[in-house]
Each structure stands twice: as structure tokens, then as C-alpha cells.
């Protein structure tokens, strides 16, 4: 089932002679339940693509569909609940408040939304992630791993539709950024979430089951890996 629909997606910053394209007519769709790794070199658009599709961020034009409807289209109220409800963010640098602890940063999507917690998933949530013992830790008192485990946490506990990661194991050494490969693919499977990762990591791209490559802000190949 199609749960994705990136049409001629264009991005610009600037005009005439200062005019930058980070994203230049981007089309592709994703079924429910896949693996994508966006990859490509610095400056290729990445990012900005990502960041689209989490509605953090509009096109200069272009279509983003996500469940058979059109995301760009909607107010800022409207895309606060998409925010909220249908995508998860994770970032590179965690973005955890740092006054809350693991488990506070974890359940503050549900919080905002003002959903009734369910401290049953949130248990079996932060067992599945390896917190159990740091739950009560402010992200101060955390390792750059385990601050990833909670930012992954939080992302995934509304059980959205899409999960969307941005360097995830971009600040990470190799054993901690392999356990949040083998999370994100815990999560893709688990819930059957449509993943989309954009990474330098190698390692990380050929767990994909598909790898989109960017240059310049076009689609340069879009290769099935499984």
C-alpha cells in the first residue's frame, strides 16, 4: 500500500544570481512498511527533502501526500497534528529537553497531543530500546547512544506513519551506531512504520531495502536492495 507521494518537489533559497536549489523536481513513492536510505553527497538536497516530508519545512512547489492526502495544502494547526501524529523526526544531535528525563522526553509527543498515556507500550517502549535502568536520567546524565535511544523513542511512540531520520548514527562510534541501525530496523518491522533515513553511513544505507541517491537536488538512481 502506498502511504508516501513525493510529486515534483522544487526548493530554492534566494533569486537571481544568489539563487540556490537544494531540490529540483523530486518525485518518488514509498509503500507501507519500507526502507528507504536517502544518500548523496553534502549540499545534494538530503536534508531539506527529509525535513519536507516531516512538514518542518515547505517547497518552493511540488506535492507531499502522505495517506492519500496532501500534506502542503494544510494549515499551521493541521500540520502540527501531522507533525504530531504521522511522522517521526529523529535528529542527529537528539534535540531532547534537557530538563525532562528519558522517559518524560519519550512520552512528550503523546503529552502535547493530549493523549492518554499508555504506560504499558511505554514500558515494553523502553525496555525494547535498553533504558530500562536510565529512565529516570535526565539526557545530561546519558551517553550519545543512549540520548539516540530516547530521540528514537520519542519518534516512535504515537506510532506514526512514517519515520524519518536524519544522520542517525552521525555522532555515534561504530558499536553504538550499529545498535541504532539494528533499532530503527526493530521499529521498521515491529510496526510496520514506512522508514526513511537519510545517511552518510554505508553500513546504515545497505540495511535499506531501497537506496535513493541525490545530486545537486535530482533523483541520480533509485535502486532496490531487496
Same mark, same amino acid.
Given at each position: 500500500?502506498?502511504?508516501?507521494?513525493?510529486?515534483?518537489?522544487?526548493?530554492?533559497?534566494?533569486?537571481?544570481?544568489?539563487?540556490?536549489?537544494?531540490?529540483?523536481?523530486?518525485?518518488?513513492?514509498?509503500?507501507?512498511?519500507?526502507?528507504?536510505?536517502?544518500?548523496?553527497?553534502?549540499?545534494?538536497?538530503?536534508?531539506?527533502?527529509?525535513?519536507?516530508?516531516?512538514?518542518?519545512?515547505?517547497?518552493?512547489?511540488?506535492?507531499?501526500?502522505?495517506?492519500?492526502?496532501?500534506?502542503?495544502?494544510?494549515?499551521?494547526?493541521?500540520?502540527?497534528?501531522?507533525?504530531?501524529?504521522?511522522?517521526?523526526?529523529?535528529?542527529?544531535?537528539?534535540?531532547?529537553?534537557?530538563?525532562?528525563?528519558?522517559?518524560?522526553?519519550?512520552?512528550?509527543?503523546?503529552?502535547?497531543?493530549?493523549?492518554?498515556?499508555?504506560?504499558?507500550?511505554?514500558?515494553?517502549?523502553?525496555?525494547?530500546?535498553?533504558?530500562?535502568?536510565?529512565?529516570?536520567?535526565?539526557?545530561?546524565?546519558?551517553?550519545?547512544?543512549?540520548?539516540?535511544?530516547?530521540?528514537?523513542?520519542?519518534?516512535?511512540?504515537?506510532?506514526?506513519?512514517?519515520?524519518?531520520?536524519?544522520?542517525?548514527?552521525?555522532?555515534?562510534?561504530?558499536?553504538?551506531?550499529?545498535?541504532? !541501525?539494528?533499532?530503527?530496523?526493530?521499529?521498521?518491522?515491529?510496526?510496520?512504520?514506512?522508514? =526513511?533515513?537519510?545517511?552518510?553511513?554505508?553500513?546504515?544505507?545497505?540495511?535499506?531495502?531501497?537506496? =535513493?541517491?541525490?545530486?545537486?537536488?535530482? !533523483?541520480?538512481?533509485?535502486?532496490?536492495?531487496?
Amino acid at each position: 500500500m502506498e502511504i508516501l507521494k513525493v510529486e515534483n518537489l522544487c526548493k530554492s533559497y534566494g533569486a537571481g544570481e544568489t539563487k540556490v536549489t537544494a531540490l529540483d523536481n523530486v518525485s518518488f513513492s514509498a509503500q507501507k512498511g519500507e526502507f528507504i536510505s536517502v544518500v548523496g553527497p553534502s549540499g545534494s538536497g538530503k536534508s531539506t527533502l527529509l525535513h519536507i516530508i516531516a512538514g518542518v519545512d515547505k517547497p518552493t512547489s511540488g506535492k507531499l501526500i502522505v495517506d492519500g492526502k496532501e500534506v502542503l495544502q494544510k494549515s499551521q494547526e493541521e500540520l502540527a497534528i501531522y507533525r504530531r501524529r504521522q511522522v517521526g523526526l529523529i535528529y542527529q544531535f537528539y534535540n531532547l529537553i534537557p530538563v525532562l528525563n528519558a522517559e518524560e522526553n519519550i512520552v512528550l509527543p503523546l503529552k502535547l497531543d493530549g493523549q492518554k498515556i499508555n504506560q504499558a507500550r511505554v514500558n515494553e517502549l523502553i525496555d525494547a530500546l535498553g533504558l530500562t535502568d536510565r529512565r529516570k536520567h535526565l539526557p545530561k546524565q546519558l551517553s550519545g547512544g543512549q540520548q539516540q535511544r530516547v530521540s528514537i523513542g520519542r519518534a516512535i511512540i504515537n506510532a506514526p506513519a512514517l519515520v524519518a531520520a536524519d544522520e542517525p548514527t552521525g555522532n555515534l562510534d561504530n558499536q553504538n551506531g550499529r545498535e541504532i !541501525i539494528e533499532l530503527l530496523k526493530y521499529s521498521n518491522k515491529k510496526y510496520n512504520q514506512t522508514l =526513511i533515513v537519510v545517511t552518510h553511513d554505508e553500513e546504515l544505507a545497505l540495511q535499506a531495502d531501497r537506496i =535513493i541517491r541525490l545530486q545537486d537536488g535530482k !533523483i541520480l538512481s533509485d535502486e532496490k536492495l531487496k
